[in-house]
């Protein structure tokens, strides 16, 4: 199967990134969000990012009109009937997905492949609510798409070899490198990295360092390119902590408890770098 037209539900900082490197590649976007106007100024932001791609020398200015001439905004999921893939990449929120791919099962052809860029939830559970769980599969982008090369693929149990095979050449002709996953809680990347955050919010909460020094003690004592404060604060706490929630709750495992501290920081609406505020302050810009 050859995917020629994807869909994008959600045009916030994954969607938006998903939908930049695929129109990069030649590949026509449809993005959508909660409405016509979010869409709109998701599609904005990556023109912009286009134009700086120009201004650096990274991109020719015929190769960005032609990316942006791909990218289409829709009013609502109505638009997606044409794509022959449609990725959701909305709030780490099974609900919401649940209601989205719901829809979209209405809306797309029966051949179209439904995938969402879930960072935990489980695949097989989300695709059993859909008529086409052969359909359905996991693919899991990295913060910031543009950047970033690895791409997630989780299949559920019900995930077909085709399926996978034209995943996995999309991922592929986006740029990206894959790694398959079990659909289990967490996957790879986050069963590995969301404890270890967890970790240094109760080296935090136990007055083991201050934030700068925890950061700085990871950062060059393991020589990672930001600490894991920072990291979270650039992810978002409140997605460490859903995410930190299904690991818990899906292995039954108290080693995956989320730390009291990240739980307080969300309830006081300190989410990182996107609410001005985290494990550092982002006030001032």
Request: a negative charge.
């Amino acid at each position: 199967m050859t995917i020629e037209t994807i869909g994008v539900v959600g045009a916030g900082q994954m969607g938006a990134g998903i939908a930049n490197v695929a129109a990069a590649v030649g590949i026509r976007v449809l993005l959508a969000d909660a409405d016509l106007s979010r869409a709109e100024a998701g599609r904005a932001g990556i023109l912009k990012r286009y134009a700086r791609a120009v201004t650096k020398g990274r991109m020719s200015q015929e190769d960005a009109d032609a990316a942006a001439e791909r990218i289409t905004a829709v009013a609502d999921l109505t638009g997606m009937a044409s794509a022959d893939l449609v990725v959701e990449a909305v709030s780490e929120n099974e609900g919401l997905k649940d209601k989205i791919f719901r829809q979209l099962d209405e809306v797309c052809g029966p051949n179209a492949i439904l995938a969402s860029n879930t960072s935990s939830i489980p695949i097989t559970r989300m695709g059993a609510k859909t008529s086409r769980p052969d359909r359905f599969i996991g693919m899991h982008f990295m913060n910031p798409v543009p950047v970033m090369k690895l791409v997630e693929v989780i299949r559920g149990l019900a995930t077909s070899d085709e399926t996978y095979e034209a995943v996995k050449a999309l991922a592929e002709r986006m740029g990206k490198t894959t790694v398959v996953s079990r659909d289990m809680p967490g996957f790879i990347v986050n069963r590995i990295l969301m404890p270890m955050i967890n970790e240094a919010v109760v080296a935090l909460y136990e007055g083991i360092g201050n934030a700068k020094d925890i950061d700085a003690a990871m950062k060059l004592g393991t020589n990672q390119p930001m600490g894991p404060l920072t990291l979270a604060d650039f992810i978002g706490l409140d997605t460490c902590l859903a995410i930190m929630e299904v690991l818990h709750q899906g292995t039954g495992d108290s080693k995956y408890r989320p730390c009291p501290l990240l739980r307080q920081y969300v309830e006081a609406g300190w989410l990182g770098r996107k609410s001005g505020r985290g494990f550092h302050d982002y006030s001032e810009g």
